[in-house]
């Protein structure tokens, strides 16, 4: 079968919608489904977000990162505008950056229950030092656990060379 049928993209509003509304503060509401039409495949989704941004919780002001989100979908599947949405709500979200990719990766998990998730910001440094915060989850019980786990303890091991941040 080509293409999606309604019953597939039941749920989906904002793809399309001409009268989007953007929030103005953390909108988990904003996230959106849709039906994984190859869950006997195991492959990675990446989204790679470069113009996210969020408040400092203790100066109020704006943080920039790029955010990098790579699952592998069970059933469902984030759905992009959505998502593009409810990662603008942080705009006037305060948090700490690591909280920031903790919350969205488990967002994203309630959502969408993957079998495995991975989360990394990649800020722009405050007062001479940037800060990149790295979440994951594998699914328990099943292969994705231990993905999770040796994909944590390894993520780092070869760092890029930053020096234009």
Same mark, same amino acid.
């Given at each position: 079968?080509?293409?999606?049928?309604?019953?597939?993209?039941?749920?989906?509003?904002?793809?399309?919608?001409?009268?989007?509304?953007?929030?103005?503060?953390?909108?988990?509401?904003?996230?959106?489904?849709?039906?994984?039409?190859?869950?006997?495949?195991?492959?990675?989704? *990446? &989204?790679?977000?470069?113009?996210?941004? $969020?408040?400092? +919780?203790?100066?109020?002001?704006?943080?920039?990162? @790029?955010?990098?989100?790579?699952?592998?979908?069970?059933?469902?599947?984030?759905?992009?505008?959505?998502?593009?949405?409810?990662?603008?709500?942080?705009?006037?979200?305060?948090?700490?950056?690591?909280?920031?990719?903790?919350?969205?990766?488990?967002?994203?998990?309630?959502?969408?229950?993957?079998?495995?998730?991975?989360?990394?910001? *990649? &800020?722009?440094?405050?007062?001479?030092? $940037?800060?990149? +915060?790295?979440?994951?989850?594998?699914?328990?019980? @099943?292969?994705?656990?231990?993905?999770?786990?040796?994909?944590?303890?390894?993520?780092?091991?070869?760092?890029?060379?930053?020096?234009?941040?």
């Amino acid at each position: 079968m080509i293409g999606r049928n309604k019953e597939e993209l039941n749920g989906v509003t904002s793809l399309g919608n001409q009268s989007t509304r953007y929030p103005d503060n953390y909108a988990p509401e904003m996230l959106e489904c849709f039906t994984n039409k190859h869950p006997e495949n195991d492959y990675f989704v *990446k &989204f790679n977000c470069p113009e996210f941004t $969020s408040l400092c +919780p203790m100066t109020g002001q704006p943080d920039f990162a @790029t955010i990098y989100i790579s699952y592998v979908p069970e059933l469902k599947m984030v759905e992009s505008k959505s998502l593009k949405l409810y990662l603008f709500s942080f705009r006037n979200h305060g948090d700490f950056h690591e909280d920031c990719v903790n919350i969205i990766m488990k967002d994203l998990i309630r959502l969408t229950e993957p079998k495995y998730i991975e989360v990394w910001g *990649k &800020f722009t440094p405050r007062g001479g030092i $940037s800060i990149d +915060p790295y979440c994951n989850y594998g699914k328990p019980g @099943t292969k994705w656990e231990q993905v999770a786990f040796n994909r944590l303890v390894n993520h780092d091991l070869y760092p890029e060379k930053v020096d234009n941040r």
